[in-house]
């Protein structure tokens, strides 16, 4: 059976449960919530998290990332979940002077419709950021992270707030720096021009033949990049430093360059119209962006750049 809502623009909705079973149902239903639990013992934190919530700050409406969570008296089985979604819908048409100020509004309501004594907010995201560069006076429209942390608790609900932000930013290594300084000094050769380098990965895939072994997929990255290790004593950061800095890529280098180590390893082993993929993200260092190339081609069509090459050296 269906039965009648209210009419909304001219249509009326309709419902497969009458509103006064509705109202049957929560008069006789038990809050289960609230029932006693079968091993009484208190909760320090118990919520939501990973919520996504909606905020009108004087940037605009922008996106963080919620956590709410209370603390659970022993004598109560759970929270009352769907009153956290509530207070949050309750604040979405609001502006706030900050982030922290919604998360002060927030904590207040959500205090009031727990049973728990302490509520804790915690919100994380990005404002934007329109800035001059130094130099050249371009306008770059980057981002901040902001967050706060808003805590209510006792009988009083004191109310702690912390307000937190960060930027990017970029470092220089000052040991390998002076080790590069002073050998470069003794064996009278200049240093080469500094550029910014950055953390990247990258890999390659060889799909659909059983005669690929990971050593030679290793290899072939070995052979293209300039692969860094987590134990590094200063000879061997200042070696992995001057080569990269000798020999520097883009992305778009580091993909060509273990193509062509694939052509190498691979043009005589495995079918022409074995697919490849490769894949390079470059974390960039000061770029608040990454950088990310592909290339998803055939053993073959690497074979014919590397032919093609090889005629136009000898031209």
Avoid at 25 to 36: F, H, I
Avoid at 157 to 178: D, E, L, M, W
Wanted: aromatic share 6%; hydrophobic share 35%.
């Amino acid at each position: 059976m269906v039965y009648g809502g209210k009419a909304e623009g001219g249509i009326l909705k309709k419902y497969l449960i009458a509103p006064e079973q509705h109202k049957m149902a929560l008069e006789k239903g038990q809050d289960v919530p609230n029932q006693r639990p079968f091993f009484p013992i208190k909760l320090t934190q118990v919520g939501i998290t990973n919520k996504k919530v909606w905020v009108r700050l004087p940037y605009g409406m922008l996106e963080f990332n919620c956590t709410i969570t209370v603390d659970l008296p022993s004598e109560r089985r759970g929270i009352h979940m769907s009153r956290m979604e509530e207070a949050i819908s309750s604040l979405y048409e609001k502006e706030f002077e900050d982030i922290a100020c919604y998360g002060i509004a927030l904590a207040r309501i959500v205090v009031d419709e727990q049973e728990g004594s302490t509520v804790l907010i915690q919100l994380s995201g990005s404002v934007p950021a329109a800035t001059l560069t130094k130099v050249s006076g371009r306008r770059s429209i980057d981002r901040i992270e902001i967050g706060a942390d808003v805590q209510i608790s006792g009988k009083e609900y004191a109310i702690n707030t912390k307000r937190y932000a960060a930027v990017y930013h970029i470092t220089a290594c000052p040991c390998t720096q002076v080790y590069a300084e002073n050998l470069f000094t003794n064996l009278n050769q200049p240093l080469p021009t500094i550029t910014h380098s950055q953390r990247s990965r990258t890999g390659l895939g060889i799909n659909g033949s059983a005669d690929i072994e990971y050593d030679q997929i290793i290899s072939c990255l070995q052979r293209g990049l300039h692969v860094t290790q987590d134990l590094l004593k200063r000879p061997d950061e200042a070696e992995i430093v001057l080569q990269a800095h000798s020999t520097p890529q883009f992305a778009e280098d580091a993909v060509r360059a273990v193509a062509r180590e694939v052509g190498v390893q691979f043009g005589s082993k495995i079918p022409a119209d074995t697919e490849i993929e490769i894949e390079s993200l470059s974390y960039e260092s000061i770029h608040i962006h990454d950088v990310i190339c592909r290339l998803k081609t055939t053993l073959g069509e690497i074979m014919e750049v590397m032919a093609e090459e090889e005629c136009n050296v000898g031209i």
